[in-house]
């Protein structure tokens, strides 16, 4: 639509590990922030910031780690904060933490407005920009260095001959980016559209690229940032769902989709389709062990469904009339909520990625058990080896390796040595004419039931003494029923050679763990034989 | 901050128990459109749509019943659309529904895009025109007439000449108000803005308002209604915190807010303070049994929330810092969240909070208790009773009412008669020199636990009759270590006057549990002692 942007490249700067986890309940390990760094790079998201090195031995042991991973052209940042006021960049922790990361890029975050400068840092402004400058220099021999302006319109605002010398002091001293933060979140469009045109202008004796960093306080962080790209900006800075502190970031998904399939700029994520962007949105919602935003624009569960009869009498006419864009651009699908079922490009999207063949009956097959499932509270996009389950179930295909006769937890607070809290399982199940019985301890009835249940299955598939658990997640389906809630479970499984996710669903937390560790063996038995 | 829009008088219309309750998951009794309406005319919204009388018997009701009501200077409107293709106006039902509703104000929906003229209603563009004008003079001699342009900017794009005619044609006819309505919410800022210009001047010889009605697909929908306003748009249509069909309509409570305190404009609401605005997003949320969204701007509970620690240690120096406006113009608060990037700032600001005052000593051992247990997974942010007893303890005030003997929990897959998974719990406390001991079944392990807690102690303290649980989260904090990964439970239990949030954290998910129904029941006593 609009014509001035769309040749211009435009380079997407992730940052949900780093500022996406200041969220209200947002809290990654190290292993999701790892797996999520990943999918990143899979999508083509340009840089990939990490954290804050200086903060947490966690951000660390991240850098370390990811480095033992090949994530193509997509580059990882560490993220920190100018030198101290009275040390040399070389001495600073912060500065060391940095190069120690040993990352291909640095963003460096530095004061603009002056009253953060003289009463927050209780620096000169001299002295600001000497700390900008020393910092960026220093980190600038080290890596590609990312300039964030804190604060950048609200500080120019306030000052704006110092706002732009702040810039200056980093181009100056080797930036290669000079990204424009509206920490706040408070300016409007049209203002970020003024101030960034002025400060690319004020840039252009530079070797620089401009970038927009929003917040979303005004809900207007994906016009605030579209507005800049208009003019000139190069670089987006967000999160994925827009997660992060207050009102969260700029949410990424809505500005790659409406970057590409609004603007029509075919450089983004270099010009990939966007099919992985609903996939994507909800790995990192599972990751982050959140809710949905099911009315999220592009990717929500809502996003695409029609409710009222003359929109859905419309939509079977032709999609446009109520569609901004074909779902399946971005990977979501149509859904008409009367009769609450998936369209038929989901059972097709479903037959092509699981080999089901044109079968249409096997396919009305599947999706039928899948919206059956579903509306018990199951969710199959992390839980793929239950989906292959499914449809090895569905189509005749699946021969259970062992029956449960029963389990049973014990859990209690005092074991009588240890005097700590404690958990057994008992076990018995059937293979062909044998039953097998046996007994483990955990540290809780989960653990304990996952120990007893491979130990009472060790002699009939030696196999399984390759897996191990490496997640495990809990999520209230239907909250609002306190603890008689409807429970999903997740788990993990790998055997040192492929990984695999499996689920459960039950308002008792033990038989739905107990479902997906079922799944997760039956699945690893099932490839083993193939 | 723009200049252009300040003196320009803008009317709020919602249609929130129409556009609204199109959404996924919203159904609405007539009641509870009644409650809504009230409390729409409380605040301000000069327009309130309240249903389409020919689609259900609700509405007219609504419409009967409506009228009993003082409200103020706000119109109740009835919504429909153009009459139907060979019928006279008046013998149209829909119409004759509209008139029979006796509102002051009527919004009549009708046909801007020529496919959808040709191919969904099958008739020709001269017919339509027709539909429009006719409808239109019918109506208006009997209310208020708002028109709603629908696909007003798609139609444009299809076939500008024809759109501006469907426009004239409402005008001509004695419409008092044009909406243009981005249906599909597919429109950017930039296009929204010279659209609407575009047709407010098309419109310049006719005496009409030009309103706005946005979705929000793309993201954009609080962006697009601004930039209508800036053009000359005197009228905005939305719905209470956006709910409305697939990505909903355009949230009103961020339109107010950016119109009055960002573009300062005094004559949004009639000038009143916006102070309800919060308690009107929560009452919609809570009358429409949604989830209140947590970082929705302005009025979210994480609209105001600060986790980093720097941020905490600035914002104590001067709220500005990180806050784009005082919270309390919208009737939102500050909350200080306690996280594992917290720092002594935010120890400080919670320490004023909680009354612990400028004691250094006992800050400082407040601050190492958080600590150690982050280190451990506990999280305070949302778990506030939780870190209320912990500054109890720390500062020797906490009392505790019972001790733990012991607790139990089985759990298996068989009932003998039900033949479903089980759970049971056993409980043994001490009061002062009494013993209780009881059991309680339960749907799961915790809810067992849970049920057996207040039972054992129903006699010793018959106030905690009053709790239930409304919330209970699980969340892995150490994943990577399957299920032996040390767990985190939060808990949230109401008395149905104050809600609050608990927290346990083990390896074993019983003892998390136990740990965050044990504090809940202690902050209830504690509290109800003070």
Request: charged share 25%.
């Amino acid at each position: 639509m609009s014509a001035t942007s769309s040749a211009q490249p435009v380079l997407i700067y992730d940052t949900t590990l780093r500022d996406g986890s200041q969220g209200e309940g947002v809290s990654f390990s190290l292993q999701d922030k790892l797996n999520i760094a990943i999918r990143l790079a899979e999508i083509g998201i340009e840089f990939i910031e990490g954290g804050y090195p200086l903060s947490n031995e966690k951000d660390v042991a991240f850098f370390e780690q990811i480095r033992k991973h090949d994530l193509g052209k997509s580059k990882v940042c560490a993220f920190g904060m100018t030198r101290r006021r009275s040390m040399k960049a070389e001495d600073d922790p912060g500065m060391k933490a940095l190069v120690a990361a040993k990352t291909p890029c640095c963003t460096l975050v530095g004061k603009t407005w002056d009253f953060h400068v003289t009463e927050v840092l209780r620096a000169t402004l001299d002295e600001n920009l000497a700390m900008i400058g020393e910092s960026a220099e220093f980190l600038a021999g080290h890596s590609e260095l990312i300039y964030d302006a804190e604060h950048f319109f609200d500080g120019y605002n306030a000052n704006p001959e110092y706002a732009i010398k702040t810039l200056e002091a980093a181009a100056a001293s080797g930036a290669k980016w000079l990204a424009l933060c509206d920490t706040n979140g408070g300016t409007l469009p049209e203002r970020v559209a003024e101030v960034t045109r002025i400060a690319k202008e004020a840039m252009a004796s530079y070797d620089v690229g401009i970038g927009i960093h929003c917040h979303n306080d005004c809900e207007l962080a994906v016009a605030n940032s579209l507005a800049a790209v208009d003019v000139g900006a190069t670089q987006v800075q967000g999160t994925i769902n827009g997660i992060g502190e207050r009102c969260g970031n700029v949410d990424l998904i809505a500005v790659i989709a409406n970057l590409a399939l609004k603007k029509e700029n075919t450089t983004v994520l270099g010009g990939r389709p966007l099919q992985q962007l609903t996939e994507l949105s909800r790995f990192v919602y599972e990751t982050a062990n959140l809710q949905w935003r099911n009315n999220q624009p592009f990717v929500g569960q809502s996003a695409f469904a029609h409710k009222g009869g003359m929109h859905v009498h419309a939509i079977n006419k032709a999609a446009s009339t109520y569609e901004h864009i074909d779902p399946t651009l971005v990977g979501n699908e149509r859904r008409i909520l009367v009769s609450e079922l998936s369209g038929r490009s989901n059972i097709e999207a479903i037959a092509g990625k699981y080999n089901v063949g044109d079968d249409k009956e096997l396919q009305n097959k599947i999706l039928a058990e899948v919206v059956r499932l579903e509306n018990q509270g199951y969710q199959f996009e992390s839980a793929t080896a239950s989906f292959d389950l499914l449809i090895r179930r569905v189509s005749g295909k699946f021969r259970p390796h062992f029956e449960t006769i029963k389990y049973r937890v014990v859990a209690g607070d005092r074991d009588v040595k240890s005097q700590v809290a404690f958990a057994e399982a008992i076990i018995k199940l059937q293979v062909g004419d044998t039953l097998w019985f046996d007994a483990a301890e955990g540290h809780g009835p989960v653990n304990a039931l996952d120990a007893g249940l491979r130990k009472a299955l060790a002699g009939a598939y030696p196999v399984l003494s390759e897996i191990s658990l490496i997640d495990y997640k809990v999520r209230v389906v239907d909250s609002g029923s306190g603890t008689a809630a409807s429970i999903r479970v997740n788990i993990e499984s790998t055997d040192g050679k492929e990984t695999w996710g499996t689920i459960g669903v039950s308002d008792n937390i033990i038989e739905a763990s107990w479902q997906a560790l079922v799944d997760s063996v039956e699945y690893k038995l099932h490839r083993s034989e193939a």
